[in-house]
């Protein structure tokens, strides 16, 4: 199993420009969930979702749009990146809400907007 | 609001030293309280707490839960320069389909030789 995979590791965007950050888990988790990370903020929650065709929003779902078309893959997409979004983001995945303890991280991504 | 508020935000301590790092929570429909360890990279799975007063133990890591007053701790004891990394603490909040986690900012651990 590869676990969860993110790609890219790293972007550098132009404020304005859009662009879908992919995220895919090998582990038929139903459970997936995208997370920013910023210096003294810890992570926060931006989209997760519970099941193919299931997307709720988190704590921070602002200019960011996610969808599940299948089990394996959640993408975000940021349709008009700003500097604000420079963070670095993480999806993660488990099997079920109840085990999302056992949150599968994937190795994030580092974005930059200028 | 759900808020998760941890402390110190940053500690730095000598090899062999313990230290306690504090988790404290405001949240609605609590379900736990998970510690993560994160070092360079993503969060790693340390200890989920669902019970009060019930320590769970790994090794020098240890974490108790205080459902009463909304807190956790989590000790480290006779730290080593491995333990240097940024520990999250997060509370699981939702009731049947909807857990998600909202987490703490991250207490960042520098331990000197």
């Known amino acids: 199993n590869a676990g969860v995979t993110q790609t890219p590791k790293f972007q550098v965007l132009k404020t304005g420009q859009s662009m879908t950050l992919q995220c895919a888990q090998d582990m038929n988790h139903e459970y997936m969930s995208w997370y920013r990370q910023d210096p003294g903020m810890g992570l926060r929650l931006i989209h997760y979702?519970?099941?193919?065709?299931?997307?709720d929003q988190g704590e921070v779902p602002n200019g960011y749009n996610v969808s599940r078309s299948t089990t394996e893959d959640f993408p975000l997409r940021l349709l008009s990146a700003a500097p604000s979004q420079t963070s670095v983001y993480f999806c993660a995945s488990s099997y079920s809400t109840g085990f999302v303890n056992e949150q599968f991280f994937g190795p994030g991504t580092r974005l930059t907007v200028l | 609001e759900d808020k998760v508020v941890q402390s110190p935000l940053s500690l730095v301590v000598h090899e062999g030293d313990t230290v306690t790092l504090n988790c404290s929570y405001e949240?609605?429909?609590?379900?736990?309280l998970l510690w993560y360890k994160q070092e360079k990279k993503a969060p790693t799975f340390l200890f989920m707490l669902?019970?009060?007063?019930i320590e769970k133990k790994s090794g020098r890591l240890s974490s108790i839960l205080d459902k009463k007053e909304l807190f956790s701790i989590l000790n480290i004891t006779a730290t080593q320069t491995g333990d240097s990394a940024v520990y999250l603490c997060a509370a699981r909040v939702g009731s049947g389909n909807t857990g998600k986690l909202i987490f703490g900012q991250g207490t960042t651990l520098q331990v000197k030789p």
């Open positions: 949240v609605t429909n609590f379900r736990s």
């Open positions: 979702s519970v099941g193919a065709g299931i997307t």
């Open positions: 669902t019970s009060s007063g």
